[in-house]
């Protein structure tokens, strides 16, 4: 059974900084494209940043573009998004997503091809 079970989240001021974490359990970080989504209050999830299988290619929402960035540790077999400079915008529920493709592809931000969801966790950045 596979479990995504994000940590890192809590309340910040802007221009402060935050890392999420994403443990994976019956899952193997780096077999195929993983991502991060958010969702603010009142809005549609959103993709924020994915990664290919071999950590080669990451992509990032031009939102979040020279703010955020995505890792992975094999070791820990975890997920990562290193987020900088969080702007109130940035407040929302993320979220880790794995896929079973090896390739994130063009399609990377759409949500309903990712296979695996954690429950999220909540990022608050105030002004």
């Known amino acids: 059974q596979v479990q995504l079970v994000e940590s890192g989240g809590g309340s910040v001021q802007a221009g402060k900084s935050l890392r999420l974490s994403c443990a994976a359990s019956?899952?193997?970080?780096?077999?195929?494209?993983m991502g991060w989504f958010r969702q603010a209050p009142g809005k549609e999830r959103e993709a924020v940043a994915a990664?290919?299988?071999?950590?080669?290619?990451?992509v990032y929402a031009d939102s979040v573009k020279d703010r955020f960035i995505i890792s992975r540790d094999i070791n820990t077999n975890s997920l990562y998004l290193q987020m900088n400079n969080l702007k109130p915008e940035d407040t929302g529920i993320y979220y880790c997503?794995?896929?079973?493709?090896?390739?994130?592809?063009?399609?990377?931000?759409?949500?309903?091809?990712?296979?695996?969801w954690g429950q999220g966790t909540q990022v608050t950045v105030s002004s």
């Open positions: 997503a794995a896929d079973h493709q090896y390739w994130c592809g063009g399609g990377w931000y759409n949500e309903r091809r990712y296979d695996f």
């Open positions: 990664m290919d299988r071999d950590g080669g290619r990451t």
């Open positions: 019956g899952y193997t970080v780096g077999s195929a494209c």
